[in-house]
């Protein structure tokens, strides 16, 4: 995937005394009072408007907060404290700037306005052709830096990079495309891949994607239970989808016609309920009785896997193979984490439950690339092209982009 980066434009010089127009992810939960309750993304939208400031660009930036009603603005859709946080971190004012659309703002090179809530736009979720040519001629360059909304065709994130003289990726969304081709387009074998977590149904795509790509598919949790109905195992009252057995099974023979392999659990951890102190009992998978539920891998299934994850040259892993959030359910997952962490091979992590079993575990700094992306980055799995990466590599080939 060839996408010019803001940095090439930056470094060309390009974006000196130029108007740069940032769509970022910005959208922080705020408690009743208004107040930012966790602040990562705002933080994480600092390296590009930075980049910009420093090319000696005029920057504006606007993000998406909640799900305001477009052309009916209340006072808690407001990016309000957004700005007063940005501007705290960058350490000089960023004005905030209503009604924005048709222009009439003032802005210099060396300073910041953030554009209010961009959903509060009328056509801004419908990709308006009006509303996005407006926009762009705001601009000189266009950067997105929002992965989050990447999945998404809207006029922020997609009109605007069709008629905006530049159009190029920030520093996130660049680094979270050279991760996702690193993993996906260009992978060093054996390429592993987790897909773990509740229920088949919800990532049936991203299975059957998969398959036709790596070399091991390691199922887990619910959806694990599922695959084992496919191989005649017993699995009790576990979380499982008959229905899907079928598909499961056609994901096994997918895998073993290119002499790839869908490994089942040999041993499983049990209880008789599903709770955080129910009595955990390891054994063998083929013996697991009607009133059981499975809850994890057992020690010697993961011990298996994750000499596999160890020698793996790529890992892509979404979703927990356990019970994680009960702590006698959650060694599966955590071997099985800690052996992408101590992988030589490049490892990319992604769901908003697998970000949260790397945090318990503290691994963070170990996994290759985590992803922000939640949706976007499940579509990517699912072997979709992302609106915001297609049009922003059609426009870098007419711009020459080097990627
Ligand atoms: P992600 O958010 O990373 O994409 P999912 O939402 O698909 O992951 O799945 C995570 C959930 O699956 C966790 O809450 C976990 O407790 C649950 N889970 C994992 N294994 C099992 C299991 N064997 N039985 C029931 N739930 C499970
Ligand atoms: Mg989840």
């Known amino acids: 995937m060839h996408i010019l980066s803001f940095e090439q434009v930056c470094q060309r010089g390009q974006a000196r005394g130029k108007r740069v127009f940032i769509r970022a992810d910005l959208n922080v939960p705020l408690d009743d009072q208004g107040r930012i ?14 980049m910009a400031l420093d090319a000696g660009a005029a920057v504006m930036l606007t993000s998406h907060l909640g799900r305001p009603t477009e052309g009916e603005f209340k006072p808690s859709d407001s990016l309000a404290p957004v700005a007063q946080r940005l501007g705290d971190l960058l350490g000089r004012p960023v004005r905030l700037v209503a009604d924005w659309v048709d222009g009439g703002f003032e802005l210099h090179p060396g300073e910041v306005v953030l554009l209010e809530n961009c959903r509060l736009n009328k056509g801004e979720k419908k990709n308006d052709a009006e509303l996005s040519r407006k926009m762009a001629s705001l601009c000189d360059i266009y950067v997105n830096d929002a992965f989050g909304t990447a999945h998404r065709a809207e006029a922020t994130t997609y009109g605007i990079a069709q008629y905006a003289p530049v159009a190029c990726a920030g520093p996130l969304l660049a680094a979270e495309i050279d991760a996702i081709h690193r993993a996906l387009a260009q992978p060093a074998r054996p390429l592993v891949a987790i897909v773990a977590g509740s229920k088949v149904s919800t990532k049936l795509t991203i299975l059957q994607s998969l398959s036709d790509k790596v070399d091991g598919l390691i199922v887990g949790g619910g959806i694990a239970n599922t695959f084992m109905l496919a191989a005649g195992l017993p699995i009790g009252k576990s979380l499982a ?3 899907l057995v079928e598909d499961a099974r056609r994901v096994i023979d997918k895998m073993k016609a290119r002499g790839a392999e869908v490994p089942i659990p040999e041993d499983v951890v049990v209880a008789r309920e599903f709770s955080a102190s129910a009595e955990a009992v390891v054994k063998p998978a ?12 057992g020690p010697r299934t993961a011990a298996r896997l994750g000499a596999r994850l160890k020698a793996a040259g790529t890992i892509v892993w979404n979703g927990p193979v356990g019970v994680f959030e009960f702590d006698a359910f959650s060694h599966g997952t955590e071997t099985l984490a800690r052996a992408i962490a ?15 079993a790397i945090a ?10 985590i992803s922000t992306g939640g949706g976007a980055f499940l579509e990517v799995l699912e072997g979709k092209t992302l609106p915001a990466f297609e049009i922003l590599e059609r426009r870098s080939r007419e711009q020459g982009g080097t990627g």
């Open 37 to 50: 309750t966790e602040d990562t993304r705002v933080r994480a939208s600092v390296p590009a408007v930075r």
């Open 342 to 356: 101590d992988s030589q091979g490049f490892s990319i992590a992604g769901g908003g439950d697998t970000l949260a």
């Open 241 to 243: 989808e008959p229905d």
């Open 286 to 297: 083929s013996e697991v009785a009607a009133d059981e539920l499975i809850l994890d891998i």
């Open 360 to 369: 318990k575990y503290g691994l963070a700094e170990r996994i290759g690339y």
